[in-house]
């Protein structure tokens, strides 16, 4: 079978899940045996999210091989085990790049650059998975961000509507809507849904397969009257209620038969519902627990999306650990040294969230300090393991003066200092360290007891400055010792203090390549010294 072509939009409003439903098709279609990968489009012209404040986009994801890109990479990776790379995740910024400096180049002999046909035959080659092609997919799923009617997204719309028309039944369309419940009438409306389709069907693309978001469940005369208004069929017609855990939703999806509905459009037997057994075992885990567990997230975005992949691999590990993580933010800009012990009050561990600049810096140190000298399970992730250090240089080895050359360009103590390779870089976005890099454990250390008396393991970054190493000898002596090493360049990727319960900061993210069937070691054993506070 040669590969087929999954295309996921969305109408009425943003944030309705394009992503979960992508991976969840996903998750559903390699359940079945099939090799799939999916990508993201998003109509924004910056080249990748890198440089994009957390408040407009959530965070920044970070494949293994170095790519900034957007969230939904990481439920795609978290629902499938797949490894994403730069080539899933494509902006109209690099679309436009890559045309301008062809044309630059003279690869076009004088043509007159147009969006028709220059920008989509690139959107569509990328669509295509004409650019680093990893072996050959059964299926390639394809999520555009925005929504329909967006003026940023009609090239993408438009490539579509040329690639359903070259490949036939090897494509199919999948759209997410939306159906509002309004309160003052009692009613459930399918208007917007209609308008939705209709914006669709104007640059001429048919959806096969509609997804209702909703709040409450529709019954059939409900999806029969969305199946007749939008050419649809009735079996095509799939309700995404609202669901405890969106890890529910590809269960959910697959009772509905949207795996198979899919198979049917493109001309697959059927064949067997999967059992999907370890995903249900998992679900299964989570319905039952009912322990709670609290975890304070000391940063300084106050938003759910700012720290995602953390968020979620604390409540894998909580899952696994037989609790629920119930995760409290505490912003790192309020604390004090006077009101740290009341806003930490009551929590059994505190993780210290990674970040960049100056703002909230001194309350992640204090929130350390506290860790520290409470003897809470506390864990420091990038900017947050640096804050570890800076606090531990300051009040045990008695530097007051000690920080970061990031924040402070003229310290005499400077633990924490840009690379050597990044001094001369000026640019910004993706001039980091970025991506999987090894990391050699030291035997006996938690974190090797962590990873499973593992030496050598691999995790990905994204920052610019490090552990200063000049300073090493005097924190190993004083009791922080430097546990985690990169065997290449010497740089220190993890910090613990072994006479604490459980206290480490990692320069990497552990975060990132936490999955549901896999939760995060790190996640795991902090979650579990929790449990024994």
């Known amino acids: 079978m040669g590969t087929k072509y999954i295309f996921v939009t969305g109408g009425v409003v943003s944030s309705l899940g394009k992503g979960i439903i992508s991976a969840s098709i996903g998750k559903l279609l390699q359940a079945r045996g099939y090799k799939v990968t999916i990508q993201k489009f998003d109509p924004y012209i910056n080249i990748d999210p890198g440089t994009l404040n957390p408040y407009e986009h959530g965070e920044c994801y970070v494949t293994a091989d170095g790519m900034e890109t957007d969230l939904d990479l ?33 690869d076009y002999l004088g043509k007159t650059i147009q969006v028709v046909p220059h920008i989509t035959d690139e959107i569509k080659r990328r669509m295509l998975r004409g650019e680093g092609q990893e072996g050959v997919f059964d ?47 009692g009613e459930l409306k399918t208007k917007p849904t209609q308008h939705s389709v209709k914006e669709l069907q104007s640059m001429g693309i048919q959806p096969d397969i509609l997804v209702l978001r909703t709040e409450r469940h529709l019954d059939d005369v409900l999806r029969l009257k969305v199946a007749g208004f939008c050419n649809v069929d009735l079996e095509c017609v799939v309700q995404s209620e609202d669901l405890p855990s969106i890890y529910e939703v590809p269960v959910n999806m697959q ?51 700012a720290y995602k992949s953390i968020r979620e691999s604390l409540n894998l590990a909580g899952i696994y650990n037989d609790v629920k993580s119930k995760i ?5 800009e309020e604390i004090t040294k006077k009101n740290v012990a009341q806003k930490l009050a009551g929590l059994a561990g505190i993780v210290i969230c990674p970040g960049f600049g100056q703002r909230g810096i001194e309350g992640k140190i204090i929130a350390a300090e506290y860790g520290r000298t409470t003897d809470i399970p506390t864990f ?10 800076i606090e531990f240089a300051r009040n045990v080895l008695k530097y007051k ?22 001094k001369n870089i000026t640019q910004m976005g993706g001039t980091m360290r970025l991506g999987a890099y090894d990391c050699e454990l030291i035997e006996g250390s938690r974190a090797y007891e962590a990873y499973g008396e593992e030496t050598l ?14 300073y090493q000898e005097e924190f190993e002596n ?11 360049a010497d740089l220190v990727e993890i910090v613990e203090i072994p006479e604490k319960r459980w206290y480490i900061g990692t320069q990497f993210h552990p975060e990132y390549s936490s999955t549901v069937l896999h939760p995060h070691p790190l996640f795991m054993s902090f979650v579990n010294a929790c449990l024994k506070s």
């Not at 490894?83 to 400096?101: E, L």
């Not at 420091?380 to 250090?389: D, R």
């Not at 003066?401 to 990044?422: C, F, G, L, R, Y």
Request: neutral net charge.
């Open 328 to 332: 409290e933010f505490i912003n790192s």
């Open 74 to 106: 990481g439920h795609y990776e978290r629902f499938t085990g797949i490894q994403a790379t730069r080539h899933n995740s494509i902006t109209t910024g690099r679309i436009y790049k890559t045309v301008i400096d062809r044309e630059r180049h003279g």
């Open 401 to 422: 003066d000690a920080n970061s050359s990031e924040m402070d360009e003229k310290t005499p103590h400077n633990v924490i200092d840009m690379m050597e390779e990044q």
């Open 478 to 488: 004083a009791g922080m010792k430097c546990v985690g090493i990169n065997p290449d």
């Open 255 to 305: 009772r509905q038969g949207l795996d198979a509905a899919i198979l049917r459009k493109i001309g697959i037997p059927v064949g067997e519902t999967p059992a999907m057994k370890a995903w249900n075992e998992f679900l299964e885990k989570q319905r039952k627990t009912t322990r709670e567990v609290r975890i304070g997230l000391v940063g300084k975005y106050d938003l759910q999306d």
């Open 457 to 470: 393991i691999k995790e990905r970054h994204r920052h610019r400055y490090e552990f200063n190493n000049k």
């Open 380 to 389: 420091g992730i990038c900017l947050g393991m640096q804050m570890m250090v």
């Open 139 to 185: 299926f390639v799923i394809t999520e555009v961000g925005g929504t329909i009617g967006d003026i940023e997204s009609a090239p993408f719309m438009e490539a579509i509507r040329q690639l359903r028309w070259q490949l036939g039944r090897d494509a199919v369309c999948v759209h997410l809507t939306y159906v509002p419940y309004l309160k003052a009438a």
